[in-house]
Each structure stands twice: as C-alpha cells, then as structure tokens.
C-alpha cells in the first residue's frame, strides 16, 4: 500500500512547477485552433510568428484580448489499487469540480525602424487546474493548481523582401498551490512562491504573394521551484520549504499558409513538443521529517497537427474555423488524478468585425474533446489507478479589440 501511495504522491506534485501548454493566446489563435503561424500578421505576431512583424504594414498595432476558460467535470468510473501484496483494490469513482477562469493577453508591434522591428506580448503559455472534492483522490490531488504568466519582448530583421528572421526572450512568472491528505504518508498543503524563469525564441518567414512558409522554436525552460509546506502525520508537524525543478518543453512549429483565392487563406501547422525532458521528477523538503521523492516520469515527445481556414466574406467581416489533433504526453503508467490527460481533437470558429477604418473587433470559441482513456491491470500504472477517465474536456471563448495607428 505504502509503494502506491508513494508514488501517486509524486505524481501530485509533478505539475506544481510542471506545465500544461495553452497554445491559444488571441482571438485569431483561438478560432484557428492554434493553426495561426505562417499567416500571422496582426499584432499578435508578435507572439506566434515574430518573424512575419517584417512584412505587416507600416502602422503600430496593438491588440487586448480576454479568454473565458472552462473546465468541465472530470468522470472517473473505477477502482484504486491500495496494496499489491496482497491486492487490495477499492472503489473510486468519482469527478472533479468543474472550473471557470478569465485569462487576459495583450500583443503589440511597432512600426518598422528601417529593417528593423520589435514586438511585445504577454501571455499565458501553461495553467492547470484540478479539485477533487471527496474520495480517494483527495489523498494525491484534492487541489491542484499552476498559474504562468510570460512577457515576451521580440525584435524581426527584414532580409529581403521574402524572408525575414526574429529573436526573442522568454520571461516566465510561475506560482501555484497544492492540497492532498494522504492517510499513510500525512496531510500536505504546498503553496508556491512566485518565481522567475528565462528563455527564447526564434523565428523565419519565408513570404511569397500567395504562399508563406514559416518554423518558430520556443526554448526548453527549467522551472525551478521552491514554496512553503505544511505538514502533518500523527505526532510530526512541520513548517517547511519544498523545491523541484522540472521542465517547461522546447516547442517546434513548421507552418504553411496558401492563399487560394483572394479571400480564402488555408494553414497547416504542424507542432513537434519535446515532454522527453520530463522523465523524472525529484523533490525535496528542508525539514528531513518530510521524504523526498524521485519518481520516473517517462513522458513522450508529441505531435499536433492543425488546420486553419480563414475567409474575408465581406470588406468588414472576416470568419475563421479550425481543427486540431492533439497527442498526450502521458504514458498509461505514470497517468495521475492531477492530470487525467488523452489525446485531444480541438474544434474552433471565429469573426472579425471591422468597426471603424483601424479598429477591428473579434470573438473567437474552441472545443476541446479530450478522448476517453481506460487503466487496466496490464497498464501497470505506478499510482493504483484501474478505471476509466472521461468527459474532459474545455471551452474557451475569446473576446479581443484590435487597434493600428
């Protein structure tokens, strides 16, 4: 009983400086399905394609956009093995609270400074959040959560008239809270202290009349972490300081946009995730009352795959759709409550208003469908999970208002 535990206790605190991607950050992103990099040419460039800013028009744009977020309830129907020897298997069903959230972005570009030009963004790029009110999964993740926040300042070289390059740097804020109490191992309250991270990102743009290529490569971060816990199991109580260090993944993208009509623009995305990097997780406690854990994690690099049309119907209103196919990371055997993550098929639709002459309006909606996933014995999964996994899914709707001047 102890081993399952254990590790399903590790598996809790992954996440607490781990990262769930949030590739959409803007009403176009949103209703694209994130297929939005090659034909990224509106103030948001500035985070999604910094190198396309070279060939916008010579205005200044900026765009304030909010994302409503909502989480439905997680159903899980099953079991949770509680000691191997012997087996010993109780029931478990359960779901998790649902949850709102209102994530505000902001993107903006300058105006050309001869071959040259900056942008900045700030943006959410990872968030998780799971609640399991009662049940045995309270014992690993009765709270769960992680926030971000990154700023991100960009700068794009115009080489010719067909291809640029750009740079930028990564400035990632994190904190997050977890809460479980575990009947064998004690009752755990983590609450992270805000911290900073640093990395990069890189762009081309290869830019025809009608044909864009484009690859954008986010750079790997560690996210060092550190927070305050309170502790307790019988008799030892202890205030003290947990720390970890996990990785935040590297992200390649290659893109192509078609223009096949003068109003109709197509894009495929392909997105390559290097989760790899997240193959073990170490935590420590200053106060040595509390253990430490090192656990395998084993998580597998990933593909999406995304699609993107986008259709000027009338001088004034524009209208986007989308679809993605999105790869887990999580292999059967580490899969945990904090995290009951599968495969995912995104569905998105939009509108762009052009309200006055440099003042456009937008509002975008996404549909994430994660698939049904299923733990058997022949899994083997390291925390005691025999069950099925459904209804997860999410919505975002998306508000922005877009200006150049």
């Known amino acids: 009983m102890k081993k399952s535990l254990y590790l399903s ?11 769930y991607k949030i590739p959409e950050q803007s009403a176009r992103s949103v209703a694209l399905a994130g297929a939005y990099v090659a034909a990224a040419k509106s103030a948001d460039a500035a985070y999604f394609n910094p190198a396309n800013m070279s060939f916008m028009d010579s205005f200044s744009y900026f765009e304030a956009s909010f994302t409503g977020i909502y989480l439905a309830k997680v159903q899980y129907a099953g079991n949770q093995i509680t000691s191997t020897t012997p087996l010993t298997i109780l029931p478990a069903s359960n779901a998790t609270e649902s949850e709102r959230f209102l994530v505000p972005h902001l993107h903006y570009v ?7 030009r900056f942008g900045l963004a700030l943006t959410t790029p990872a968030g998780l959040s799971k609640k399991w009110d009662s049940g045995i999964q309270t014992w690993f993740a009765k709270e769960f959560t992680l926030r971000t926040a990154e700023f991100n300042p960009s700068i794009s070289y115009r080489i010719n008239d067909n291809f640029s390059l750009a740079v930028g740097g990564r400035i990632l804020f994190t904190d997050g809270k977890i809460v479980f109490n575990n009947p064998l191992l004690g009752s755990y309250n983590m609450d992270g202290d805000i911290k900073t991270h640093y990395g990069y990102n890189l762009a081309l743009s290869y830019n025809l009349k009608e044909l864009t290529l484009a690859a954008t490569y986010r750079s790997k971060i ?9 502790y307790s199991k019988g008799a ?5 300081i947990g720390t970890t260090k996990v990785p935040l993944p590297a992200t390649l993208t290659l893109a192509v946009a078609l223009q096949t009509a003068p109003s109709a623009t197509f894009e495929f995305v392909y997105e ?6 997240y193959d073990r997780l170490k935590m420590s406690f200053a106060d040595r009352r509390v253990p430490p854990i090192n656990v395998a994690k084993n998580w597998r690099d990933t593909n999406t795959y995304r699609i993107g049309f986008t259709y000027h119907n009338t001088p004034k209103i524009t209208t ?3 679809f993605a196919y999105d790869e887990t990371p999580v ?31 937008g509002m975008s909606y996404l549909y994430d469908y994660k698939t049904s996933r299923r733990l058997t014995l022949a899994d083997a999964n390291q925390n005691g999970i025999l069950g099925k996994f459904s209804n997860a899914s999410a919505q975002l709707l998306n508000i922005s208002f877009n200006y150049r001047y």
């Open 236 to 240: 030892v109580r202890s205030h003290t």
């Open 222 to 230: 560690d996210l060092k972490e550190s927070g305050k816990v309170e």
């Open 272 to 277: 390559r995730t290097y989760w790899s990097k």
């Open 110 to 116: 300058s105006k050309p400074f001869g071959k040259f």
């Open 320 to 322: 986007m759709y989308g």
């Open 331 to 361: 292999p059967a055997a580490t899969l945990g409550y904090e995290l009951p993550d599968s495969d995912a098929y995104i569905f998105s639709i939009g509108a762009l208003y052009k309200y006055t002459k440099n003042l456009t309006i």
């Open 9 to 19: 206790l590790a598996t809790s605190v992954a996440l607490f400086g781990a990262a």
